[in-house]
């Protein structure tokens, strides 16, 4: 059975960091593209980046809303994804969910939610003013 499991949230100051990891168990899935996307409070799910591995390589997606603050990576076995976030921002406030698709997914595909297939539970982010 496939699990995807978050960790890594809790509770931090503005202009501080976390770094999130999504840890794939069941199945190997080292091809496949993994995304993190957030839910703040009282709006819909959002993306926030993604990392695939395409014909020229691994690549990384962002979120105009964290680029240049975020930073998506993934372990040698391809099991681990992780979410290293720094410059945190109270806006940045929501539940965070690691996805992965099992597609070869890429380009602006990775940005919608309906193309993954394996969701985890999700993660807090509170990020204080």
């Known amino acids: 059975q496939v699990q995807l499991v978050e960790s890594g949230g809790g509770l931090v100051q503005a202009g501080g960091s976390l770094r999130l990891s999504c840890a794939a168990s069941g199945r190997t899935f080292s091809r496949y593209a993994t995304g993190w996307f957030r839910q703040p409070p009282g709006k819909e799910r959002e993306f926030v980046s993604a990392?695939?591995?395409?014909?020229?390589?691994?690549?990384?997606y962002y979120a105009d809303s964290v680029k240049g603050r975020f930073t998506i990576s993934r372990d040698n076995a391809g099991n681990t994804v992780y979410l290293q976030m720094s410059s945190l921002k109270p806006e940045d406030t929501a539940v965070y969910y690691c996805?992965?698709?099992?597609?070869?997914?890429?380009?602006?595909?990775?940005?919608?939610?309906?193309?993954?297939?394996?969701w985890g539970q999700g993660t807090q982010v509170t990020v204080s003013s």
């Open positions: 990392i695939s591995i395409e014909w020229r390589g691994t690549r990384a």
């Open positions: 996805a992965v698709e099992e597609s070869y997914g890429s380009g602006s595909s990775l940005l919608k939610t309906e193309t993954y297939d394996y």
